[in-house]
């Protein structure tokens, strides 16, 4: 069984949703695109309907045929991304998250102020933010996508496609060119990868492809 | 996800496990529990005895326990688990001296997080239950609430393991 | 031209209803069911898909909507979940009595109480006596093509049976995989228009179900169970054909993996069979000859076939994600079936059953690791030491 790379998006219920299922997928589609075996889905446990509840949504790539498909949550996530950055106060989103991780936050506060709210980082690659909202403020509220049905308002409108592109960045596990395909707004995808802060903490383990 | 316990077996359970391999291995007489109809000759499998422990046994978890018939007791004024302080982006940040104690916010929040504090004769706000749906802050007559972003405030982490 | 998409299984299922030019749906909101009609709502808003959207006020309406339907001669279409199956339980036996084939699309979801949103087959099982057709789907592609193949076997002039198209809650419905979207010239070409031989109409008129003495009652049931007798060949040659037309590879009744020198064999239906087949692989390289036979229809269940396929292993474990409290196992269902599959072989094999996959839960690589040891020492020993075992609820011998 080869390792599976876990992305765990988090996000808040119907005023966020779309988005942060647009990066799963996104994401997902993209790697794929450069020939990983990939799964993207909304976790099912949390209810999706009540507005600003934390959800999560998840992206997983491997080399090889995903063996287990079929998991409720990414236990051990790779990179954790979070589109709403009051999240880091009320979950402890570094849980499970092996050493060398990666931490993306959608926000304009500093990263250290940040980083007083997630005494647990020691774990971490690296963390980065980026101000999505900033770069394109609009949000969108689409509910088709959800329940398992079929995303027709096109991916990365909204908040999406900066994340996207910080995360391209900072991961390297998916092209910015192969994410320009997908997403409608490749402007917002270009700032955020241009416009997104890292600050690392140790070296990232030498296995993966991003870059340390 | 499941964790499996690997337990001893100790003093009753033992005692009924050899139990068990006892009956299982006894040979099945003739008239007793039904046996093959053919003779048994080389290759014929044995037939199952119908006595004995052939459901097996079943033992849940401490880890996965549940109440009987999966009845729950109800809190009565505020209970430690369901949080819901993290569902909230902004909070009403409250000025004690423009307040009139009116007790509208008291009224208004559907999550009862505003009641009066007697001894400091003020309006006090309960932030491990507040969702941060602005309700007070519009209902307010004396203007004494405006909302603040949750982020601001150093106080107030939770860092709940699962959202629920 | 046939696309490649990553559907969910409830997406393939709307897709499958679309193709497949259906005429009434019936809708009721149940999770996790629910998007199936989410889908198809959409599609008849756009006009994508010309169809009767009517929403039922229950799981009970929904089906006595589809019925009226169906009577009526349209292609009906619905669906629900859970306890939503078992509200419309009432309708069942009428829609199968009285020949209409209408379909509902089961996304299995645990019965209450509580509240649990996983998968657990018993809903649709609690209703394998009603005289429908019944079968479990493994990938969002095979929803879809259960989709059609149901329509076409259901609507047979010689079968007239309403369908249950059953897949796993979440698991299946909800997490994507590929599907290949077919060509709608193909599907016509597959998929004949309906039928009804006497539907209701006021320009000739006919009675559906009037009073009949008890004497007559009995006509009547055998009248059914005849047509179960012509059914499987009808299953074999639309699969055949759908085989030909679509490109795919299906046996009609059981799936059936690294069989051929197989010792043990896992006996399991639904999304939990792809697990099993990556279980064999690990299981294969450390020397145990396992396999899997996975069937693909309950109703009609397909004796001789699983019979022929298991008659040569030496143990077969049933993998349950389904509870039949009280049974003859004091477990599931599906072993009994198998059990009195298996009964009149000579050397027939050793047959116990797992409970596992209930309320939801995850069936980890190392449950199927743990399932092979037991059925390795069952097939060492030539003894059935428990008829059944919940995996993860006993002390580790």
């Given at each position: 069984?080869?390792?599976?790379?876990?992305?765990?998006?988090?996000?808040?219920?119907?005023?966020?949703?779309?988005?942060?299922?647009?990066?799963?997928?996104?994401?997902?589609?993209?790697?794929?695109?450069?020939?990983?075996?990939?799964?993207?889905?909304?976790?099912?446990?949390?209810?999706?309907?009540?507005?600003?509840?934390?959800?999560?949504?998840?992206?997983?790539?491997?080399?090889?045929?995903?063996?287990?498909?079929?998991?409720?949550?990414?236990?051990?996530?790779?990179?954790?991304?979070?589109?709403?950055?009051?999240?880091?106060?009320?979950?402890?989103?570094?849980?499970?998250?092996?050493?060398?991780?990666?931490?993306?936050?959608?926000?304009?506060?500093?990263?250290?102020?940040?980083?007083?709210?997630?005494?647990?980082?020691?774990?971490?690659?690296?963390?980065?933010?980026?101000?999505?909202?900033?770069?394109?403020?609009?949000?969108?509220?689409?509910?088709?996508?959800?329940?398992?049905?079929?995303?027709?308002?096109?991916?990365?409108?909204?908040?999406?496609?900066?994340?996207?592109?910080?995360?391209?960045?900072?991961?390297?596990?998916?092209?910015?060119?192969?994410?320009?395909?997908?997403?409608?707004?490749?402007?917002?995808?270009?700032?955020?990868?241009?416009?997104?802060?890292?600050?690392?903490?140790?070296?990232?383990?030498?296995?993966?492809?991003?870059?340390? | 996800?499941?964790?499996?316990?690997?337990?001893?077996?100790?003093?009753?359970?033992?005692?009924?496990?050899?139990?068990?391999?006892?009956?299982?291995?006894?040979?099945?007489?003739?008239?007793?529990?039904?046996?093959?109809?053919?003779?048994?000759?080389?290759?014929?499998?044995?037939?199952?005895?119908?006595?004995?422990?052939?459901?097996?046994?079943?033992?849940?978890?401490?880890?996965?326990?549940?109440?009987?018939?999966?009845?729950?007791?109800?809190?009565?004024k505020q209970?430690?688990?369901?949080?819901?302080?993290?569902?909230?982006?902004?909070?009403?940040?409250?000025?004690?001296?423009?307040?009139?104690?009116?007790?509208?916010c008291y009224i208004a929040c559907p999550d009862s997080c505003w009641s009066?504090?007697?001894?400091?004769?003020?309006?006090?706000?309960n932030?491990?239950f507040c969702?941060?749906?602005?309700?007070?802050?519009?209902?307010?007559?004396?203007?004494?609430?405006?909302?603040?972003?949750?982020?601001?405030?150093?106080?107030?982490?939770?860092?709940?393991?699962?959202?629920? | 031209?046939?696309?490649?998409?990553?559907?969910?299984?409830?997406?393939?299922?709307?897709?499958?209803?679309?193709?497949?030019?259906?005429?009434?749906?019936?809708?009721?909101?149940?999770?996790?069911?629910?998007?199936?009609?989410?889908?198809?709502?959409?599609?008849?808003?756009?006009?994508?898909?010309?169809?009767?959207?009517?929403?039922?006020?229950?799981?009970?309406?929904?089906?006595?909507?589809?019925?009226?339907?169906?009577?009526?001669?349209?292609?009906?279409?619905?669906?629900?979940?859970?306890?939503?199956?078992?509200?419309?339980?009432?309708?069942?036996?009428?829609?199968?009595?009285?020949?209409?084939?209408?379909?509902?699309?089961?996304?299995?979801?645990?019965?209450?109480?509580?509240?649990?949103?996983?998968?657990?087959?018993?809903?649709?099982?609690?209703?394998?006596?009603?005289?429908?057709?019944?079968?479990?789907?493994?990938?969002?592609?095979?929803?879809?093509?259960?989709?059609?193949?149901?329509?076409?076997?259901?609507?047979?002039?010689?079968?007239?049976?309403?369908?249950?198209?059953?897949?796993?809650?979440?698991?299946?419905?909800?997490?994507?995989?590929?599907?290949?979207?077919?060509?709608?010239?193909?599907?016509?070409?597959?998929?004949?228009?309906?039928?009804?031989?006497?539907?209701?109409?006021?320009?000739?008129?006919?009675?559906?179900?009037?009073?009949?003495?008890?004497?007559?009652?009995?006509?009547?049931?055998?009248?059914?169970?005849?047509?179960?007798?012509?059914?499987?060949?009808?299953?074999?040659?639309?699969?055949?054909?759908?085989?030909?037309?679509?490109?795919?590879?299906?046996?009609?009744?059981?799936?059936?993996?690294?069989?051929?020198?197989?010792?043990?064999?896992?006996?399991?239906?639904?999304?939990?069979?792809?697990?099993?087949?990556?279980?064999?692989?690990?299981?294969?390289?450390?020397?145990?000859?396992?396999?899997?036979?996975?069937?693909?229809?309950?109703?009609?269940?397909?004796?001789?076939?699983?019979?022929?396929?298991?008659?040569?292993?030496?143990?077969?474990?049933?993998?349950?994600?389904?509870?039949?409290?009280?049974?003859?196992?004091?477990?599931?269902?599906?072993?009994?079936?198998?059990?009195?599959?298996?009964?009149?072989?000579?050397?027939?094999?050793?047959?116990?059953?797992?409970?596992?996959?209930?309320?939801?839960?995850?069936?980890?690589?190392?449950?199927?690791?743990?399932?092979?040891?037991?059925?390795?020492?069952?097939?060492?020993?030539?003894?059935?030491?428990?008829?059944?075992?919940?995996?993860?609820?006993?002390?580790?011998?």
């Amino acid at each position: 069984m080869g390792k599976v790379t876990e992305i765990t998006v988090w996000t808040r219920g119907v005023v966020m949703d779309k988005e942060a299922r647009d990066v799963a997928n996104a994401f997902a589609q993209a790697a794929k695109m450069e020939g990983k075996f990939v799964q993207a889905f909304d976790n099912y446990e949390d209810l999706p309907d009540r507005v600003l509840v934390t959800t999560r949504k998840y992206a997983r790539i491997s080399d090889e045929e995903i063996e287990m498909k079929y998991l409720y949550t990414n236990s051990h996530p790779d990179v954790v991304v979070i589109v709403e950055p009051t999240i880091v106060k009320g979950i402890n989103v570094l849980k499970g998250m092996p050493e060398g991780g990666l931490l993306i936050i959608n926000t304009n506060r500093p990263i250290d102020y940040m980083l007083k709210f997630i005494p647990n980082a020691d774990v971490l690659g690296a963390i980065a933010t980026v101000d999505a909202d900033g770069i394109s403020g609009v949000r969108t509220v689409d509910f088709s996508g959800s329940e398992g049905g079929v995303d027709v308002a096109g991916l990365g409108a909204g908040i999406a496609s900066p994340i996207l592109g910080a995360m391209a960045k900072v991961t390297g596990m998916a092209k910015k060119e192969n994410l320009a395909k997908i997403v409608s707004d490749v402007a917002a995808l270009e700032r955020g990868y241009k416009e997104v802060k890292m600050q690392k903490f140790r070296k990232s383990r030498a296995e993966y492809f991003w870059g340390g | 996800m499941k964790t499996k316990k690997i337990q001893k077996a100790k003093g009753r359970n033992e005692k009924a496990r050899n139990l068990k391999t006892k009956a299982m291995n006894s040979k099945v007489k003739a008239g007793g529990p039904r046996t093959t109809a053919k003779g048994s000759a080389g290759g014929r499998k044995e037939s199952v005895t119908v006595f004995g422990d052939v459901f097996g046994t079943i033992n849940v978890p401490k880890d996965r326990a549940v109440p009987f018939g999966a009845i729950t007791p109800a809190p009565v004024k505020q209970q430690e688990l369901f949080i819901t302080s993290n569902w909230r982006i902004v909070r009403p940040v409250i000025d004690h001296e423009k307040c009139t104690r009116c007790f509208t916010c008291y009224i208004a929040c559907p999550d009862s997080c505003w009641s009066f504090n007697e001894k400091e004769e003020q309006m006090e706000w309960n932030w491990k239950f507040c969702k941060g749906c602005q309700i007070c802050i519009n209902e307010c007559p004396a203007d004494a609430l405006s909302a603040a972003p949750e982020l601001d405030f150093e106080d107030g982490v939770v860092r709940l393991e699962k959202p629920f | 031209m046939a696309q490649e998409k990553m559907l969910s299984g409830c997406a393939a299922a709307a897709q499958g209803a679309k193709f497949a030019e259906v005429e009434v749906i019936c809708s009721f909101p149940i999770r996790p069911y629910t998007a199936i009609m989410m889908e198809l709502a959409r599609m008849v808003a756009n006009g994508e898909l010309d169809a009767e959207f009517v929403h039922g006020e229950g799981e009970h309406a929904q089906l006595s909507v589809a019925l009226g339907a169906s009577a009526a001669g349209a292609r009906a279409y619905t669906g629900s979940s859970g306890v939503g199956v078992t509200y419309a339980f009432e309708v069942y036996s009428p829609a199968a009595g009285g020949r209409y084939p209408l379909q509902m699309a089961i996304a299995d979801r645990t019965l209450d109480p509580p509240g649990d949103f996983g998968s657990e087959h018993t809903d649709a099982m609690s209703a394998r006596d009603q005289g429908w057709l019944m079968g479990w789907a493994a990938t969002p592609q095979e929803v879809f093509d259960n989709t059609l193949i149901n329509y076409r076997v259901g609507e047979d002039p010689k079968v007239m049976l309403p369908q249950f198209v059953c897949q796993d809650g979440y698991f299946l419905s909800h997490i994507p995989d590929k599907v290949i979207l077919p060509d709608m010239a193909q599907v016509r070409e597959f998929l004949p228009p309906y039928k009804a031989p006497h539907p209701l109409s006021p320009v000739c008129p006919v009675s559906h179900g009037p009073q009949i003495r008890p004497d007559q009652g009995a006509p009547m049931d055998a009248q059914r169970a005849m047509t179960f007798l012509d059914l499987p060949k009808v299953i074999e040659k639309a699969t055949d054909d759908f085989n030909r037309i679509f490109g795919r590879h299906y046996d009609p009744f059981l799936e059936k993996y690294k069989m051929e020198d197989a010792e043990i064999a896992f006996f399991i239906q639904g999304a939990h069979a792809n697990t099993c087949k990556s279980a064999i692989n690990h299981l294969r390289s450390q020397g145990v000859k396992a396999g899997m036979v996975r069937p693909r229809w309950v109703r009609p269940w397909p004796t001789q076939q699983i019979a022929e396929a298991l008659s040569h292993v030496k143990t077969v474990g049933c993998v349950e994600s389904s509870t039949s409290y009280g049974g003859a196992t004091r477990g599931g269902n599906l072993i009994h079936e198998v059990r009195a599959s298996l009964y009149d072989l000579d050397n027939r094999p050793q047959v116990t059953s797992f409970m596992a996959g209930l309320g939801g839960d995850v069936i980890l690589l190392e449950d199927f690791n743990y399932m092979a040891k037991i059925l390795t020492q069952m097939a060492k020993d030539r003894k059935t030491h428990q008829l059944v075992y919940w995996v993860g609820f006993e002390e580790e011998a």
